[in-house]
């Protein structure tokens, strides 16, 4: 039996008074008396408030997600607001939850603690997506947001999600400084749990509509939806918030044959069809594929329980469906704005798209033909959020990271998988008046740039002892990088924790124009390029494989590809030694 320090007994202890509830009491004591292997783990440290906000286990104690947690959390962001917004009487936020268990509960207490401290609360009456709260906050000139969910992780998470006033997730001082309060907030008689419910608003369906009128505005291809609306999908929401959404999306479309996965069509943050509600991975879409072979489909949509990302599948020339992962899904969506942007004699030369550093280049060298600006920025879609924010003299068309998350248009500023389902339905639709499939026109695409292909790595090391095996491993990495990879030679090193750029032949450095960030990048002379980071919500370290090969003819797609699956096995078997 491990033997716990007086310090940790005491913090428990502390959960035995009468500011906690009984049922939450009789469990602490019951962990005293007999799990300690649980008490370390649920009391051992703070949750902590990251650059994101909360996200961990649900269950009692300071390293867990409680109703508790979530109050201290909330009130230090509300004497954030409030320091921030001083001349504005009645700051305002807008506040979604997701399908999660307690999220609504967890919602509640947000709501109720930030009206106690004379903040405007515009609370949504139901499940809702977190692009719909990011959309809302703008639309209703909030000052902030709230959205609970834990996005794709397993069913034991719950988490909470800050945003500012432009509806993206907090980013520097913001982020830093809400941190700050948070942690000033060592008490629950800290917490002002004197709720005012004339300063809780509700939202209904009719702020839907707003929201999927807004989306519906994006179209670029009207004429091809109304000509092609036969067109067979097969929608998922994975028993989450894209249920509330997108199948009146498509039906205002104009999209006559959606099909409904009805199983994951119920709300249930257990999520019992599923291993994990991620559309990332293949098995949390066998229910949908199953569908589309009895339906007949031509594409396949699966949404995760909080409706930011979209996994999809495609028939190939055998009509057998074939996932695409996110690099795949941003590059086609990428070459049908942009070609279509041109075509439609939009671009003016101030227009733009934004990718994530461990997101696959062939965005950008799509958007080298159109004459389109590019940018990179670090991991998180928060920072694409922040770039549109400060590019107002620009228009960004759209961007996306390898995580499956896109964003066309800068009405929402977190990636939404609403508007990209519609928008993959649109290319669908726009395919099919060229008697061509979306697997077709991915197979165009590499012909004509290259044949990218890429792969992940994702070590979970859960507990006190992972987290620092994950930080041994990058202080290895960093110290001790290796000089070649599969036999090719590393020529180029980014550290962007020391914002330098070393090139290994010349010896020559560059600054790094980004935040810094725990992030490493290797690149081969064989344009093979290895992307290793710990994720900051997750316990876990992933390595993003980024290869490259010509595609002279599209007959020569099977074999070019799986080459290219071959060189990727094997970055991953030697990753994971």
Not at 262 to 270: A, H, L, S
Not at 288 to 296: D, L
Not at 370 to 387: H, P, S
Request: net charge negative; hydrophobic share 40%.
């Amino acid at each position: 039996m491990k033997t716990i320090s007086p310090e940790i007994i005491e913090r428990a202890k502390v959960w035995l008074s009468n500011q906690y509830d009984s049922e939450t009491r009789k469990q602490v004591q019951n962990l005293i008396d007999n799990n300690p292997e649980e008490l370390l783990e649920s009391f051992y440290k703070n949750l902590e408030f990251g650059t994101g906000g909360l996200r961990g286990i649900m269950g009692i104690g300071t390293n867990r997600m409680n109703t508790y947690t979530v109050a201290m959390a909330t009130q230090g962001f509300a004497n954030y607001i409030r320091m921030m917004f001083p001349n504005i009487q009645q700051p305002q936020i807008a506040i979604a939850y997701d399908c999660r268990n307690n999220s609504k509960e967890f919602a509640r207490t947000s709501a109720e603690v930030m009206s106690a401290n004379g903040i405007k609360v515009f609370i949504f009456n139901s499940l809702r997506p977190t692009p719909e709260l990011s959309f809302a906050i703008r639309e209703l000139k909030c000052q902030a947001g709230i959205v609970i969910t834990a996005s794709h992780n397993p069913k034991e998470y719950n988490g909470y999600k800050a945003y500012w006033e432009d509806g993206g997730q907090l980013v520097s001082p913001h982020d830093k400084n809400v941190i700050t309060e948070v942690e000033k907030i060592t008490d629950l008689s800290m917490v002002n749990f004197n709720a005012n419910d004339n300063l809780i608003e509700y939202l209904d369906e009719k702020f839907d509509d707003i929201y999927i009128n807004k989306i519906l505005e994006l179209s670029l291809s009207p004429k091809c939806i109304e000509k092609q609306n036969d067109l067979v999908f097969v929608y998922t929401p994975i028993h989450g918030t894209g249920g509330q959404i997108i199948p009146k999306l498509f039906s205002k479309a104009g999209f006559k044959n959606v099909h409904c996965v009805e199983e994951q069509m119920i709300v249930d943050g257990n999520f019992p069809t599923v291993v994990s509600p991620n559309p990332e991975e293949k098995a949390a879409l066998t229910l949908a594929i199953e569908k589309a072979k009895q339906v007949n489909a031509d594409v396949v949509l699966a949404t995760d329980p909080d409706a930011d990302r979209v996994g999809i599948a495609v028939k190939d020339e055998n009509n057998e469906f074939v996932l695409l992962n996110g690099n795949q899904t941003a590059a086609i969506l990428t070459y049908y704005l942009l070609a279509r942007w041109n075509e439609l004699g939009r671009i003016t030369g101030k227009e733009y798209i934004v990718k994530t550093i461990v997101t696959t280049e062939l965005l950008f060298d799509i958007a080298n033909k159109y004459n389109v600006e590019k940018f990179d920025v670090l991991t998180g879609f928060k920072f694409i959020a922040d770039k549109i924010l400060n590019k107002p003299e620009m228009t960004f068309i759209g961007g996306g990271e390898e995580s499956y998350g896109f964003l066309i248009g800068d009405f929402v500023r977190d990636k939404d998988a609403n508007s990209a389902c519609f928008m993959i339905a649109e290319v669908a639709a726009w395919a099919a008046e060229q008697n061509k499939t979306l697997y077709q026109i991915l197979k165009e695409i590499y012909k004509e740039f290259g044949f990218y292909k890429e792969g992940l790595l994702s070590l979970t090391k859960k507990g006190i002892s992972g987290s620092e095996e994950i930080k041994n491993m990058m202080h290895k990495f960093r110290n001790e990088p290796p000089k070649e990879i599969l036999g090719s030679k590393i020529i180029e090193i980014k550290d962007y924790k020391t914002s330098i750029c070393k090139n290994i032949i010349s010896g020559t450095e560059t600054i790094i124009d980004l935040p810094k960030s725990d992030v490493l990048q290797f690149f081969t002379e064989d344009g093979t390029k290895i992307s290793i980071r710990p994720s900051g919500t997750e316990p876990k370290i992933k390595f993003y494989f980024g290869t490259k090969a010509k595609l002279d003819n599209i007959a020569d797609f099977e074999v070019v590809n799986n080459e290219l699956n071959d060189k990727i096995s094997n970055l991953i078997k030697l990753f994971s030694e």
